[in-house]
């Protein structure tokens, strides 16, 4: 917790650019998928509603995506910190070059990994909150029209991620797999 808590304070300290748009697209689709939960349990046992049991297992399942949202934040950090060190290492020989240059590859692919996982879960929330507007306790129509809201620009922001680290990336294989992920998550 203490680490995902780093990295959300990184994102709101403008003059830290260790922490950027993947961190802060996660922390919004945490947020929408804590809202969509909270819409969830309030609308347990409410009169002509569904059953309990439903809008519970909705309610797990979006407590699950926050927290797997919110640690997401800080290993879109991670990510970033491994190409950031890795442009530090000694380039001196050819085996030093060798090894940076592997590093730096391998970094940048986590750092078009991790955001599309994060992608994926803000999916997941955007899915939660169609399935609730079917039906659900009205009182907190703002609440899910939030999660629905900080959903997109999750899915939205972790997409940019992707796609503005796939220039990087050597494996022509690897970029097309990310692509056709990414477009299947955005397509669902």
Known sequence: MDKNLKAFLKVMDSQDNSTG?????????????????????????KKDLAPSEHY??????????????FAGSSKDSDAFAVVSNAFGLPKGTDEEKTTRNQVINKGMILCA?????NAAMCREVIEICAQLLK????????????????????????????????????D??????????LEAIEKR
């Open 56 to 69: 519970e297992a909705i309610a797990s399942h979006a407590e699950t995506l926050s927290r797997e949202l």
């Open 172 to 181: 022509e294989g690897k970029v097309r797999d990310l692509e056709y992920r």
């Open 21 to 45: 748009g993947g961190s802060a697209s996660s922390i919004a689709g945490a947020m929408a998928a804590g809202l969509a939960g909270m819409v969830a349990r309030l609308s347990m046992g």
């Open 113 to 117: 990994e991790v955001p599309l996982e």
């Open 135 to 170: 039906k659900y306790n009205t009182n907190a129509s703002s609440d899910l029209e939030c999660a629905q809201l900080l959903a997109q620009a999750g899915l939205k922001g972790c997409a940019a991620n992707v796609r503005v680290n796939l220039p990087y990336l050597k």
